[in-house]
């Protein structure tokens, strides 16, 4: 009779699971269209790790965390699609997580909060059957899953980038990073998981990225006025040029231009800061010097993409002219006109190139200026939710450890 009614409860539960997943098919059925070049990547990979976990913990544990971690991660995709930022399959890392890269950055930090909120919401989500399931039934089991979703979501809210929690208080203020680093180096003492040290080692790299913000951010702007310089540099010598197109030593005149820029760049070389470069204590020197590479660049640019193919073009050009003409009077001998002969198109060429790096140094500059900022009601908003969030999981997680500490004996077996 007992066997009977264990199998009954088994049959009940994997009912109640089947749908569940149902559910999530028929509600997330665009998720797999997403994932439908890289799904083999994600299905394998995801056996890989329930593989890897069930030889040390047992095929019940390590496929209520695969599945734990890939509606986790499903909310990552679901916020990513609303904001129409393109993805990377999930990939799940045994012993380390799973993972989605994005292909692009979102718009700003308030884009990338929601995304970061999504991945814990959904975590939530996913544990909740598991307390319905220890209620009606009373299994240990759930309570294991209960504590484990928890905690795995609560984690993820630490204020470290490049957890979630980090990029959802990035709205707030990027200085939370350095106090979440601070609270994270006596836990790494108490309990030295690699996986923490990994995290506190991109933690440091990230917050790094952030305080030389505006260092970068004074680079693009060098890289942006240099460009827009060059626009200027290539109008004023295609003027200059076009008064001695017609002339014969034209060629010796595009090769004066040539000249000038080779000793300008010869120069530049000379005359590059060399030697230590200290962040901030040598950001002056630093800056000088992307400067100059950055025009030593261009005068290359300019003399391969521009000159050159100017000069040979116009040179086509007299020869196509030249042949139109004896064409004109007879001259049989000839076959044809010779092809090319269009200096327009060079200029044209090169300024649409500079131009759009300009507009990208432009779009750069002004995505750094305001990536971070966020009305104080963003900013209330996101604390409110935060905080919620985080309060729901610390419940769950105190739920979930009390169950395991009821059934302690049970678990260990």
Not at 126 to 143: C, D, H, M, N, R
Request: glycine share 6%; hydrophobic share 45%.
């Amino acid at each position: 009779m007992a066997e009977r009614a264990e199998k009954k409860n088994q049959s009940r539960t994997w009912t109640v699971l089947a749908g569940i997943g149902l559910f999530i098919l028929s509600k997330l059925k665009w998720v797999f269209g997403l994932l439908k070049l890289g799904k083999f990547a994600t299905l394998l990979s995801m056996f890989v790790s329930v593989g890897a976990y069930a030889m040390f913990f047992g095929w019940k544990f390590a496929v209520a965390l695969v599945y734990l971690l890939f509606v986790h991660e499903m909310g990552h995709l679901v916020a990513m699609k609303r904001k129409g930022i393109a993805t990377s399959p999930a990939i799940f890392i045994p012993f380390m997580g799973a993972v989605i890269g994005m292909k692009e950055m979102p718009k700003n930090a308030k884009d990338e909060a929601f995304v970061a909120y999504a991945g814990p919401l959904f975590g939530l989500v996913s544990f909740l059957p598991a307390v319905y399931l220890y209620e009606t039934q009373g299994s240990p089991f759930w309570g294991l899953v209960i504590f484990l979703g928890a905690f795995i979501n609560l984690f993820n809210l630490f204020p470290v980038s490049p957890l979630d929690g980090g990029r959802i208080v990035g709205v707030l203020s990027t200085k939370l990073w350095l106090l979440g680093l601070i609270c994270m180096i006596p836990y790494m003492f108490i309990s030295p998981d690699p996986i923490i040290f990994i995290i506190f080692l991109f933690g440091i790299a990230t917050w790094w990225r952030r305080v030389r913000e505006d260092y970068v951010l004074q680079e693009s702007k060098q890289s942006l006025e240099l460009h827009q310089k060059e626009e200027e540099k290539i109008h004023s010598l295609v003027r200059e040029m076009d008064e001695y197109r017609d002339l014969p030593n034209f060629p010796y005149i595009v090769d004066t231009f040539i000249d000038e820029g080779r000793v300008e760049r010869e120069r530049l070389i000379r005359n590059l800061p060399s030697g230590s470069a200290v962040p901030f204590v040598h950001d002056k020197k630093r800056l000088k010097k992307h400067a100059m590479l950055t025009e030593i660049n261009l005068l290359e640019k300019r003399e391969k993409y521009f000159l050159m193919l100017y000069k040979h073009e116009v040179m086509k050009e007299r020869e196509r002219l030249l042949a139109e003409q004896e064409l004109q009077y007879g001259e049989d001998h000839l076959s044809g006109v010779p092809e090319g002969g269009h200096p327009e198109k060079v200029v044209e060429a090169y300024l649409s190139a500079v131009k759009e790096e300009a507009e990208t140094q432009e779009k750069e500059v002004d995505r750094r200026k305001n990536y971070y900022v966020a009305s104080l009601k963003t900013k209330i908003v996101v604390l409110i939710l935060y905080l919620a969030l985080a309060g729901v999981l610390s419940y769950f997680a105190m739920y979930g450890h009390t169950i395991m500490e009821i059934h302690r004996e049970l678990l260990q077996r």
